[in-house]
């Protein structure tokens, strides 16, 4: 079993900044992981992931705007979030695939392992 825990999540004013972190209880630097966010009553959406091989894949609507990254252990993952709008607001999640490739990196189904999530909150 992995363990994932979420944190660095808070409350930020449009245009402000956070990152968020992800401890995984199992190195996991070749596998495929990734950041999911979800809003009442939207159902869950991929926002970021990251092969084993490094390459990163984000959604349109985060596109130069947030950065995936883990450390060399594979220990972590983070989120680096800049000038976050209002519609950025969800609950975050971390995830983890099984696999070294990310298949559907995007699609929350592709993901077996998942955290508690951490909230994030942006004002306008």
């Known amino acids: 079993q992995v363990q994932l825990v979420e944190s660095g999540g808070g409350s930020v004013q449009a245009g402000g900044s956070l990152r968020l972190s992800c401890a995984v209880s199992?190195?996991?630097?070749?596998?495929?992981m990734g950041w999911f966010r979800q809003a009442p009553g939207i159902e869950r959406e991929g926002v970021a992931s990251i092969a084993g091989y490094g390459i990163a894949t984000y959604a349109d609507s985060v596109k130069g705007r947030f950065t995936i990254s883990r450390d060399n252990a594979g220990n972590a993952l983070y989120l680096q979030m800049n000038s976050l709008k209002p519609e950025d607001t969800a609950m975050y999640y971390c995830?983890?695939?099984?696999?070294?490739?990310?298949?559907?990196?995007?699609?929350?189904?592709?993901?077996?392992?998942w955290g508690q999530g951490t909230q994030v909150t942006v004002s306008s």
């Open positions: 995830a983890r695939q099984r696999s070294t490739s990310c298949a559907s990196p995007l699609q929350p189904s592709e993901y077996s392992y």
């Open positions: 199992r190195p996991s630097g070749n596998i495929c």
